[in-house]
């Protein structure tokens, strides 16, 4: 049901997008605090909204539909903002160009997969991925500017985000191609099958 606490969770994410854009949008060191902590609580209840879905046995067809689609908006919407708002080198806006282009290939793989009843389950790297992912972005949300008003000035929090969203899309570029060559092997699987269906018999 859309009222479990997981899908609630799940929800709030989405409820989250909108919020911190005008957070970010403010341009002001609270503001790139706020949006930072908005970002990261609304991360964490991608870990949590899964975790009592199974302990409780409230996994439901509507939160499997609504959860990755939760994540890619935040996501998006994080990168998006960084990017709009000149927050991002031209060496961090690289990174943040291969996840967008893995997100899209991801959901193309799932929705044709989706067809076929195939799932692409969530590997342990991709869950690592997705981890490192949330922190870079959460860390250059605040970025100096928060970092200044937090007492923590002396920190080069731009470049330790800019690191860390390279990394996230190193491993992003691995998980991505796992994800591809699952995609590949059901296409290829479904082409051989349908031209040994329609194959002429040989038989006498």
């Not at 909108?18 to 990261?40: E, I, N």
């Not at 031209?90 to 929705?111: D, F, K």
Request: glycine share 10%; aromatic share 6%.
């Amino acid at each position: 049901m859309p009222t479990d606490l997981p899908n609630l969770l799940t929800l709030s994410r989405i409820a989250a997008v909108p919020v911190l854009v005008l957070l970010a949008a403010l341009q002001t060191p609270w503001g790139d605090v706020a949006a930072c902590a908005l970002f990261s609580a609304a991360a964490i209840t991608d870990y949590f909204d899964g975790k009592i879905a199974r302990e409780r046995q409230l996994i439901s067809d509507f939160g499997r539909m609504l959860d990755p689609i939760a994540d890619k908006l935040l996501v998006g919407a994080a990168l998006m903002l960084l990017a709009g708002l000149s927050r991002l080198s031209m060496a961090g806006l690289l990174p943040a160009i291969v996840i967008m282009l893995r997100e899209i290939l991801v959901s193309g793989l799932r929705e044709y997969l989706a067809g076929l009843k195939v799932g692409l389950p969530v590997t342990k790297l991709a869950k690592w991925k997705t981890g490192v992912q949330m922190t870079a972005l959460g860390v250059l949300l605040a970025g100096d500017s928060g970092a200044r008003v937090l007492g923590l000035g002396f920190l080069p929090i731009g470049w330790i985000g800019e690191a860390l969203l390279w990394l996230a899309a190193v491993l992003t570029l691995f998980t991505g191609w796992d994800y591809v060559r699952a995609g590949l092997r059901h296409a290829e699987a479904r082409d051989l099958e349908r031209e040994a269906g329609t194959k002429p018999s040989t038989r006498p």
